[in-house]
């Protein structure tokens, strides 16, 4: 990705002085990247950069709602979906997300992934086996 970041000219392309093609990047780790882009030559004075900061609440009402929304609204916290002993999971993603909704969500979906692939079929809610796995793929899956 470097290289097309790096590329000026791709990232400018116009046609009859129209821009036709447009980009967005997502670094996941910018305090890190921009850096080693700027030591390549990135020119910041051309490309436009936002940063995007997630607050906690703002993560959790993201959760809420996408769970709503695949739930048809029976579930609004990860709690609801948990075993007992399991409780406090739904503060545990957002907790051990890094503040990135793609890492929570990851996280979130590898835990109903580990549930529904190991699983025996009387039970009903998510177990902590399944949770700690989950969590463990969804944090390698992102950060390798």
């Avoid at 997502?26 to 305090?31: C, E, I, K, S, V």
């Avoid at 990247?33 to 030591?39: A, C, F, G, I, T």
Wanted: hydrophobic share 35%; charged share 35%.
């Amino acid at each position: 990705m470097a290289e097309l970041l790096l590329s000026q000219r791709i990232i400018e392309f116009r046609d009859a002085g129209k821009q036709v093609l447009c980009f967005k990047f997502f670094l996941t780790r910018p305090q890190e990247l921009l850096p080693m882009l700027k030591e390549r030559g990135f020119r910041t004075d051309r490309i436009k950069i936002e940063t995007i900061e997630w607050r906690k609440r703002d993560l959790e009402s993201a959760l809420n709602k996408r769970l709503s929304y695949f739930s048809s609204g029976r579930v609004i916290n990860f709690d609801q979906i948990c075993e007992p002993s399991c409780q406090g999971t739904h503060e545990r993603l957002i907790d051990q997300c890094g503040l990135r909704p793609r890492t929570l969500f990851r996280m979130a979906h590898e835990i109903l992934n580990e549930f529904d692939t190991t699983a025996k079929e009387d039970v009903e809610k998510i177990d902590r086996p399944s949770i700690d796995e989950g969590i463990s793929k969804g944090l390698k899956a992102i950060y390798g």
